[in-house]
């Protein structure tokens, strides 16, 4: 397929270097489709990560800054050198940048070398909630990048159309986020979530505990079901950076033995196939991919009308809320009523089925893309 063609990859992504990860497991198969990837990974010195081989021709390249600022800095000088020492040439190679960090390394080494850049976007940087210094300084650079990229790869149409917005001659390319479906529906269940904590309704969040993620406003809902239902239970598996405040706002709410926080989990199928209801709050998603694994897994699923969720149909495949009255009514129908519980279950997994692209399809995808912006020469 693109055997002749050469990638350098930029990524934030740590998981890359691990050996065991699935990150790790999926650049691998996507080495196996060309002819060599080389990956620069945005690090801190503190981690100490040393370069390493993650297959026959995948490389890892980690910056190992001194500061924050210096990441994107470093992934340029270095980027640099290795389009120069591994003989990239123009017309059989490209740059792929995941972020916007990322992006703006990736342009710089395109600009030296000419080597085109395909930008990936996996979340909405257009929300109005994309707050923060962090965010403020990436949107700051976010139309260059943009500009400057020769193909923008997203996870949804939506996401295209915004970006379209921006720059109407995009060359803008929507690619799912591959979901290996077989796995999830076919995973063991190594725990019960109710008989460990006691619930008789578990309610079930995976997220980074991060601002956006909105996860106070699911305490806000909890404490309002538990009125009527005192035996409902919220589940949050994730970890980051608002767990304090989280954990402040549960004791403040009076959810002592209601609210279970369960920091980061490798293994998530007990979690989504013996809970009852999955809930999801963000102000912005890209995607949603916890959401997807949750349907995929038969659990009902009640969220913001964010990402993915904007794709299925409120009231047949999930629930769309946007308060907590909303949510706690729709929760307290899915307590009182199994049918309906049953109904969204079984709506969601079909309307998934017709949504979700298989493995071959997603790499297909994938490559062919690459081969398309690697003719690109500006």
């Known amino acids: 397929m693109g055997k002749n063609l050469k990638v350098l990859m930029i990524s934030s992504d740590r998981n890359v270097i691990l050996s065991d990860s699935g990150v790790t497991a999926r650049i691998r198969e996507y080495g196996a489709l060309v002819s060599e990837i080389h990956i620069v990974l945005l690090s ?104 400057g990229s020769d193909g923008i790869r997203v996870v949804s149409e939506e996401l295209k159309s915004k970006i379209l917005g921006v720059r109407p001659d995009a060359n803008v390319f929507v690619l799912p986020i591959y979901v290996d479906r077989e796995k999830i529906e076919n995973a063991s269940i190594k725990l019960d979530v109710r008989a460990r904590y006691g619930w008789s309704f578990a309610i079930l969040s995976v997220s980074r505990l991060s601002p956006e993620k909105n996860l106070s406003l699911a305490l806000e809902t909890l404490s309002l079901v538990r009125q009527r239902f005192p035996d409902t239970g919220l589940i949050i598996v994730g970890s980051g950076q608002e767990e304090g405040y989280l ?71 999930l629930f769309i809320c946007d308060s907590k009255e909303s949510f706690t009514t729709r929760i307290i129908e899915l307590i009182e009523s199994n049918s309906k519980r049953e109904s969204l279950r079984f709506n969601m997994k079909k309307a998934l089925e017709g949504k979700l692209v298989s493995k071959e399809e997603y790499l297909n995808g994938l490559v062919s893309n690459w081969q398309k912006i690697s003719a690109h020469i500006g």
Not at 95 to 109: K, Y
Not at 124 to 141: E, M
Not at 285 to 314: M, N, W
């Open 247 to 317: 954990k402040s706002l549960a004791k403040k709410l009076n959810l002592s033995g209601a609210v279970e926080f369960a920091g980061w989990q490798e293994e998530l199928a007990s979690f989504y196939k013996t809970s009852n209801a999955f809930i999801q709050t963000s102000f912005f998603e890209g995607y949603g991919l916890s959401l997807v694994e949750a349907g995929l897994s038969g659990l009902p699923i009640l969220t913001t009308s964010v990402g993915v969720a904007r794709e299925f149909q409120d009231g047949r495949d």
């Open 44 to 147: 801190d010195a503190r981690h100490e990560f040393k370069d390493i081989q993650i297959a026959e021709n995948v490389w890892v390249y980690p910056t190992n800054s001194f500061s924050n600022f210096m990441r994107p800095i470093d992934a340029a000088h270095l980027g640099k050198k290795i389009i120069f020492d591994k003989k990239f040439v123009r017309g059989g190679s490209l740059i792929t940048a995941d972020s916007l960090e990322c992006g703006w390394a990736g342009l710089r080494v395109k600009n030296k070398w000419r080597i085109p850049l395909e930008l990936q976007i996996h979340t909405d940087i257009f929300s109005p909630y994309f707050t923060g210094f962090q965010n403020k300084v990436r949107k700051f650079f976010a139309k260059k990048i943009i500009y």
